[in-house]
């Protein structure tokens, strides 16, 4: 099946350091999304994506939407203690059914104080 | 606002037996997801349902898993007879519409001994 190549595999960093990761696919893609998970929870939504090229902020986070509409990526800047969990890229492939998102491997992120 | 509500958080039983999973998705959300995460393969999308119609299950492992959504505010996902290699977090997810982000539960922690 359609997979997402999502990397680094894990990030370990100080606090304070600006932190950048990102997934590509071989497949056209509509959406990109990017949730972060923390231990016992489910993923939680971060950023939302629906348009080549665009660009959003959340707080700290920024995410592209990349322009072949094949990858994307997510960077955070000057991390803290609480940024550490596991992050997940996601997205649905041009002409799948309606919302049925495929996952990236995730990103696990470690910052040191 | 309630989110994803799943039962149990978490599941101990011996392989055998018959485990059902319960979601309660988002008031007026019409799709509803369950997907499995494991270390290994992380999260894999099973079945997923549109106004409680299962649209697509090709990714239900095998005849021993079976979802239903018998109404719009209440889905289960059942494994008779489980098996040690089904001990994963099964998540549930739903959403609003088309191409609208997914909101996800904290999940169920499944251990089959």
């Known amino acids: 099946g359609q997979q997402l190549n999502q990397s680094p595999q894990s990030m370990f960093i100080q606090e304070g350091e600006d932190v950048s990761m990102n997934c590509t696919s071989s497949s056209i893609f509509n959406t990109w999304l990017w949730y972060k998970q923390d231990p016992g929870e489910g993923p939680v939504l971060l950023i939302a994506l629906y348009k080549a090229g665009e660009l959003t902020s959340n707080g700290r986070l920024t995410a592209q939407f990349g322009i072949t509409r094949k990858d994307s990526f997510l960077n955070i800047s000057a991390s803290i203690p609480s940024d550490v969990g596991i992050y997940f890229c996601a997205g649905s492939i041009r002409g799948t059914s309606y919302g049925k998102l495929t996952f990236g491997q995730g990103t696990i992120l470690t910052v040191h104080p | 606002d309630a989110g994803v509500i799943q039962s149990p958080r978490h599941e101990v039983t011996e392989m055998g037996q018959e485990v059902t999973l319960r979601c309660k998705p988002i008031s007026g959300h019409d799709y509803l997801f369950w997907y499995r995460q494991t270390m290994m393969r992380g999260l894999e999308l099973l079945i997923y349902?549109?106004?409680?119609?299962?649209?697509?299950d090709s990714g239900m492992p095998e005849d021993r898993f079976s979802a239903k959504m018998p109404n719009a505010s209440f889905s289960t996902l059942k494994i008779q007879p489980s098996e040690p290699r089904d001990s994963a977090v099964y998540f549930c997810?739903?959403?609003?519409?088309?191409?609208?982000?997914?909101?996800f539960g904290d999940g169920t922690r499944l251990s089959i001994l």
């Open positions: 997810a739903s959403t609003q519409g088309r191409n609208q982000p997914q909101h």
């Open positions: 349902f549109n106004n409680n119609v299962p649209i697509d």
